[in-house]
């Protein structure tokens, strides 16, 4: 019955429980010890009235002998008087205890009064025998002894009297002391009675409120420490029973949301599939089975070739979907027991166990041929290709897993760099070209303050064989060790490790200083109205100060702006867009010409190019290569076409034979550069050629 009630009705029972018997015996305590006080107060008030009253009556009676004596031996009437008020004093006290409730004293108290009566009345006759002035005569000495021997009767008589009183209050008293000793045993039985039901009461408070709590605590730190999985076990119905459900449900949900968490943590939120987290644990797990089976663990690192171009035309919802869509394509070539992951970006991964070499070479080549396929979003083509890198662990090596990731993203470099839509397997020495790499990285750093870095210009002609019309600024590193360093190594890791932006500053300023020197030093004619063209990066273009820069190098230089070229690509065009037209916008106000480098190798569209405030594109060289085809002319023909719909100049790169400028003259496009003119030159042979010393080559290329 008890466990049906709540914790406050039994807390409740269990406090009555203890504390009515108390309140009980504690009344009978203070009962008995209200009536041992009453029975004191009854002994000292029959004290009071019992043995005050006979010893002031002995008192009275020796002084009416004394004064009677005293009237009889000086008669005066002073004396007389004086034994007068005695004697009513006396026979008053006697009065006064004949309703007094006297058992066995009251018969003393009547022989003393009768014995007092007889030495007053002897007293009185021998007062009226005797003169006022003679005193007592011979005849009253017997009668004066007779008045002794009554008065010491009296006294005898109350002395006795006083005594049994005494003894009557010493008998009271001692059953006063009974009672008190009855009410002290009654107290410390309430006491011991009392202890003895908080023992009990104690008892069952812990059984009922301390036992559920001590559990409830566990569990707290139980779940405190992460055993999510504990429960409480409180088969009650009470608020402690509620509570451990409480509980209990809070403990499910915590497990849920861990559960979720560390899936959340350990997978990728746009694919589903497991992160880099979660597949560097499924590579320690497969190294410590290899280790053991003597079995192969091979990594493939997969990186999609075009898929940034998706995300910067189409936006994020599109590449999101497009990686959903390539998620599931991993999942349909590969085998069950194959871990596919994505580690970011563009970037997926599969780990294979127990497969031969070939074997993982055939799943690279599913994978490739899989994502060729053409992904569709809002009814619209997508083609993207794949370059992997594949690397073969070695078990019981440390850090055999780090290798393992390091060695496949290398491999997947090379992929992509032989032509991508291919794979490649790791080869060590692919880590001699990395850690030169990181050499030339650090020696780039400081290759400006040593005077390492050079410009040469390359000229741009009329294709018609007019005059020299402008100069490209092209960066040379002559580096002591390794010789000339081609740009095509060290831009690149300009732009890696951020140098580039120091590295664009400074040709900036060293090409329009050039510029201004060619004008100073040559005077008229070509060099006097000679442009300069300079490539910008990508971090250049994304500082706000840029045009800043370019105002005070114009100035410092004293360079018409109309004579500086400034040369983007089209990737960089796709990025931020509008903060991008903002900024060329500001170079264009300030005079600066704005070219477009490599046209129509990027993602660059009509759109992009209606929207841009550029006044040039040039022709990229891949194009110019293929004039000897009707396709190539065509696709040729078409950007020149272009160029000029939207009044901007085309300028063809890589001229090298005659039939390519033949071409190009015919399809209108009136400027070009290119080894068929001249390669890439120093100041000084720039400045003989301005001077009319150095005419344009118009050779062949070698084959």
Same mark, same amino acid.
């Given at each position: 019955?008890?466990?049906?009630?709540?914790?406050? &009705?039994?807390?409740?029972?269990?406090?009555?429980?203890?504390?009515?018997?108390?309140?009980?015996?504690?009344?009978?305590?203070?009962?008995?010890?209200?009536?041992?006080?009453?029975?004191?107060?009854?002994?000292? #008030?029959?004290?009071?009235?019992?043995?005050?009253?006979?010893?002031?009556?002995?008192?009275?009676?020796?002084?009416?002998?004394?004064?009677?004596?005293?009237?009889?031996?000086?008669?005066?009437?002073?004396?007389?008087?004086?034994?007068? &008020?005695?004697?009513?004093?006396?026979?008053?006290?006697?009065?006064?205890?004949?309703?007094?409730?006297?058992?066995?004293?009251?018969?003393?108290?009547? /022989?003393?009064?009768?014995?007092?009566?007889?030495?007053?009345?002897?007293?009185?006759?021998?007062?009226?025998?005797?003169?006022?002035?003679?005193?007592?005569?011979?005849?009253?000495?017997?009668?004066?002894?007779?008045?002794?021997?009554? /008065?010491?009767?009296?006294?005898?008589?109350?002395?006795?009297?006083?005594?049994?009183?005494?003894?009557?209050?010493?008998?009271?008293?001692?059953?006063?002391?009974?009672?008190?000793?009855?009410?002290?045993?009654?107290?410390?039985?309430?006491?011991?009675?009392?202890?003895?039901?908080?023992?009990?009461?104690?008892?069952?408070?812990?059984?009922?409120?301390?036992? $559920?709590?001590?559990?409830?605590?566990?569990?707290?730190?139980?779940?405190?420490?992460?055993?999510?999985?504990?429960?409480?076990?409180?088969?009650?119905?009470?608020?402690?029973?509620?509570?451990?459900?409480?509980?209990?449900?809070?403990?499910?949900?915590?497990?849920?949301?861990?559960?979720?968490?560390?899936?959340?943590?350990?997978?990728?939120?746009?694919?589903?599939? $497991?992160?880099?987290?979660?597949?560097?644990?499924?590579?320690?797990?497969?190294?410590?089975?290899?280790?053991?089976?003597? /079995?192969?663990?091979?990594?493939?690192?997969?990186?999609?070739?075009?898929?940034?171009?998706?995300?910067?035309?189409?936006?994020?919802?599109?590449?999101?979907?497009?990686?959903?869509?390539?998620? !599931?394509?991993?999942?349909?070539?590969?085998?069950?027991?194959?871990?596919?992951?994505?580690?970011?970006?563009?970037?997926?991964?599969?780990?294979?166990?127990?497969?031969?070499?070939?074997?993982?070479?055939?799943?690279?080549?599913?994978?490739?041929?899989?994502?060729?396929?053409?992904?569709?979003?809002?009814?619209?083509?997508?083609?993207?290709?794949?370059?992997?890198?594949?690397?073969?662990?070695?078990?019981?090596?440390?850090?055999?897993?780090?290798?393992?990731?390091?060695?496949?993203?290398?491999?997947?470099?090379?992929?992509?760099?032989?032509?991508?839509?291919?794979?490649?397997?790791? #080869?060590?020495?692919?880590?001699?070209?990395?850690?030169?790499?990181?050499?030339?990285?650090?020696?780039? =750093?400081?290759?400006?303050?040593?005077?390492?870095?050079?410009?040469?210009?390359?000229?741009?002609?009329?294709?018609?064989?007019? $005059?020299?019309?402008?100069?490209?600024?092209?960066?040379?590193?002559?580096?002591?060790?390794?010789?000339?360093?081609?740009?095509?190594?060290?831009?690149?890791?300009?732009?890696?490790?951020?140098?580039?932006?120091?590295?664009?500053?400074?040709?900036?300023?060293?090409?329009?200083?050039?510029?201004?020197?060619?004008?100073?030093?040559?005077?008229?004619?070509?060099?006097?109205?000679?442009?300069?063209?300079?490539?910008?990066?990508?971090?250049?273009? &994304?500082?706000?100060?840029?045009?800043?820069?370019?105002?005070?190098?114009?100035?410092?230089?004293?360079?018409?702006?109309?004579?500086?070229?400034?040369?983007?690509?089209?990737?960089?065009?796709?990025?931020?867009?509008?903060?991008?037209?903002?900024?060329?916008?500001?170079?264009?106000?300030?005079?600066?010409?704005?070219?477009?480098?490599?046209?129509?190798?990027?993602?660059?569209?009509?759109?992009?190019?209606?929207?841009?405030?550029?006044?040039?594109?040039?022709?990229?060289?891949?194009?110019? !290569?293929?004039?000897?085809?009707?396709?190539?002319?065509?696709?040729?023909?078409?950007?020149?076409?272009?160029?000029?719909?939207?009044?901007?100049?085309?300028?063809?790169?890589?001229?090298?034979?005659?039939?390519?400028?033949?071409?190009?003259?015919?399809?209108?496009?009136?400027?070009?550069?290119?080894?068929?003119?001249?390669?890439?030159?120093?100041?000084?042979?720039?400045?003989? =050629?301005?001077?009319?010393?150095?005419? $344009?080559?118009?050779?062949?290329?070698?084959?």
């Amino acid at each position: 019955m008890l466990s049906s009630l709540s914790v406050r &009705a039994r807390v409740g029972v269990s406090v009555a429980a203890m504390v009515l018997p108390l309140l009980a015996l504690s009344a009978t305590a203070v009962t008995a010890l209200e009536g041992t006080l009453d029975r004191f107060a009854d002994t000292a #008030d029959e004290a009071v009235e019992e043995a005050l009253p006979l010893a002031r009556l002995q008192t009275l009676v020796i002084q009416v002998e004394r004064r009677g004596l005293s009237a009889i031996l000086e008669p005066s009437p002073t004396a007389g008087a004086d034994y007068q &008020a005695a004697r009513r004093q006396l026979q008053e006290a006697f009065g006064d205890l004949e309703g007094s409730e006297l058992t066995e004293e009251g018969e003393l108290v009547t /022989t003393a009064s009768a014995r007092a009566e007889d030495a007053v009345r002897l007293l009185d006759a021998v007062l009226d025998r005797s003169a006022p002035t003679d005193g007592p005569s011979s005849a009253a000495v017997p009668q004066l002894s007779a008045i002794e021997r009554s /008065t010491e009767a009296a006294l005898r008589a109350l002395e006795e009297a006083e005594q049994l009183a005494s003894a009557d209050i010493v008998e009271e008293y001692q059953i006063a002391q009974q009672v008190q000793r009855r009410a002290v045993l009654w107290i410390v039985a309430v006491v011991l009675v009392g202890l003895v039901l908080a023992a009990a009461g104690g008892l069952h408070l812990t059984r009922v409120v301390l036992t $559920p709590l001590r559990t409830l605590r566990e569990a707290a730190r139980r779940l405190g420490e992460g055993m999510l999985s504990h429960r409480v076990a409180l088969p009650r119905r009470d608020e402690f029973g509620e509570l451990g459900s409480a509980f209990n449900a809070m403990a499910g949900d915590l497990e849920r949301s861990q559960a979720e968490l560390t899936h959340h943590a350990l997978h990728d939120a746009v694919t589903g599939l $497991p992160n880099r987290v979660l597949l560097a644990d499924r590579i320690r797990q497969a190294l410590a089975r290899s280790s053991r089976r003597g /079995t192969q663990v091979a990594l493939l690192l997969i990186d999609l070739d075009g898929f940034k171009a998706v995300n910067d035309t189409l936006g994020h919802t599109a590449g999101d979907e497009v990686l959903r869509s390539v998620a !599931d394509r991993l999942r349909l070539c590969l085998r069950p027991e194959d871990t596919a992951a994505r580690l970011g970006g563009d970037e997926f991964a599969v780990l294979a166990e127990g497969e031969t070499s070939a074997q993982v070479l055939g799943i690279g080549e599913r994978i490739l041929s899989c994502l060729r396929p053409a992904f569709v979003h809002d009814d619209r083509e997508l083609f993207l290709t794949a370059s992997i890198g594949i690397a073969f662990a070695v078990p019981g090596q440390d850090g055999a897993g780090e290798d393992l990731l390091r060695h496949a993203d290398l491999a997947m470099y090379r992929a992509k760099a032989g032509g991508k839509d291919d794979l490649c397997v790791f #080869d060590p020495t692919m880590h001699d070209v990395v850690e030169d790499r990181l050499r030339m990285s650090n020696e780039l =750093r400081g290759a400006l303050d040593r005077g390492e870095l050079a410009l040469h210009y390359q000229p741009i002609y009329s294709i018609k064989g007019e $005059p020299l019309v402008a100069v490209e600024a092209l960066m040379r590193w002559n580096h002591p060790t390794r010789g000339a360093v081609p740009p095509s190594e060290f831009i690149p890791l300009a732009e890696a490790n951020g140098v580039i932006t120091t590295l664009g500053t400074w040709a900036l300023d060293e090409a329009c200083g050039q510029l201004r020197q060619w004008h100073d030093t040559v005077g008229t004619g070509a060099a006097g109205e000679l442009q300069v063209s300079v490539n910008l990066s990508a971090r250049q273009l &994304a500082d706000d100060g840029l045009a800043d820069l370019v105002a005070r190098t114009l100035a410092r230089h004293d360079i018409a702006p109309h004579r500086l070229i400034l040369e983007i690509t089209e990737s960089m065009m796709i990025h931020d867009v509008e903060a991008t037209i903002r900024r060329l916008r500001e170079l264009r106000d300030l005079g600066v010409q704005l070219a477009v480098d490599d046209f129509g190798t990027g993602y660059s569209s009509l759109g992009y190019l209606r929207q841009f405030p550029i006044d040039r594109i040039k022709i990229d060289k891949s194009f110019v !290569d293929q004039l000897g085809t009707s396709q190539g002319r065509a696709l040729a023909e078409g950007i020149i076409n272009l160029a000029h719909s939207l009044a901007l100049e085309p300028i063809a790169e890589g001229i090298e034979h005659e039939y390519q400028l033949a071409a190009l003259d015919d399809l209108g496009c009136q400027l070009g550069q290119g080894y068929h003119f001249a390669r890439p030159e120093s100041p000084e042979t720039i400045t003989r =050629r301005l001077a009319g010393q150095v005419q $344009p080559a118009f050779t062949e290329a070698p084959a």
